[in-house]
């Protein structure tokens, strides 16, 4: 299957800082990738859809000042958190479709970054 | 509004079948699917229904009804392995995720 890398997996940092998280597809280009945020024992939540060469569209209550999306390849996109605080301690996961909607719309998942913000 | 139900949690015993349900509201329908999750790790695919019936893949078999807005995943032969969240996730008409809370599955020996 197709695989999506994302980097990095773990990262610790001061609150105030900023943080960027790449998620690239290794053997397909991905028109569209998703962002989302995984808090402990709760399901994925969508942050926002980016895709290639576009801005991102972000969903209801995201801060797109404060999570920076880039789509700048078709195969590489980033999230930036700038001026982290606490609460932005998460598990932050990206996924990547072959093909834009229409087929089976299987999602392929970076490993995820696990963010802890001191 | 839309909305996917899954139990939170669920127990079984090793080498029995557990069968998880998931029902859903959503603005149209593309597609349901379901993931696995292990604890600190990305979902990975399972299986991905848009016909109504059964799909069986190995010890794994997921089932839909569009009628009911109804899906189950059915695992077969557990395996302590098996030990997850299992996400149920519905495409709706934008051909967006919609995802579940996620069903803990607890293997005991």
């Known amino acids: 299957g197709a695989v999506v890398s994302q980097h990095p997996s773990w990262v610790i940092c001061k609150s105030g800082t900023s943080v960027k998280i790449e998620c690239r597809s290794l053997?397909?280009?991905?028109?569209?990738m998703f962002w989302y945020r995984q808090f402990p024992k709760q399901s994925l939540m969508l942050m926002a859809t980016?895709?290639?060469?576009?801005?991102?569209?972000?969903e209801q209550g995201v801060e797109k000042d404060k999570f920076l999306i880039n789509h700048a390849s078709l195969t590489l996109s980033t999230l930036t958190v700038t001026s982290a605080h606490p609460e932005d301690s998460s598990f932050y996961i990206c996924?990547?479709?072959?093909?834009?909607?229409?087929?089976?719309?299987?999602?392929?998942f970076g490993e995820g970054s696990r963010l802890t913000v001191l | 509004g839309q909305n996917i139900d899954q139990p939170t949690e669920m127990t079984a015993t090793e080498g029995a079948i557990v069968q998880i349900n998931c029902t859903y509201q959503?603005?149209?329908?593309?597609?349901l699917f379901w993931y696995q999750q292990h604890a600190g790790e990305a979902p990975t695919f399972l299986s991905y229904?848009?016909l109504d019936g059964l799909e069986e893949k190995g010890r794994f078999s997921s089932f839909l009804s569009r009628s009911k807005g109804y899906s189950y995943l059915l695992l077969k032969e557990l395996q302590m392995k098996d030990s997850a969240s299992y996400l149920c996730?519905?495409?709706?008409?934008?051909?967006?995720?919609?995802w579940g809370a996620g069903t803990k599955l607890i293997i005991k020996p």
């Open positions: 053997d397909f280009q991905a028109t569209t």
């Open positions: 996730a519905v495409m709706d008409s934008n051909y967006q995720l919609i």
């Open positions: 229904n848009v």
């Open positions: 980016s895709n290639e060469g576009s801005k991102a569209t972000y």
């Open positions: 996924s990547a479709r072959t093909s834009s909607g229409g087929d089976t719309g299987e999602l392929f």
């Open positions: 959503t603005s149209g329908f593309n597609g």
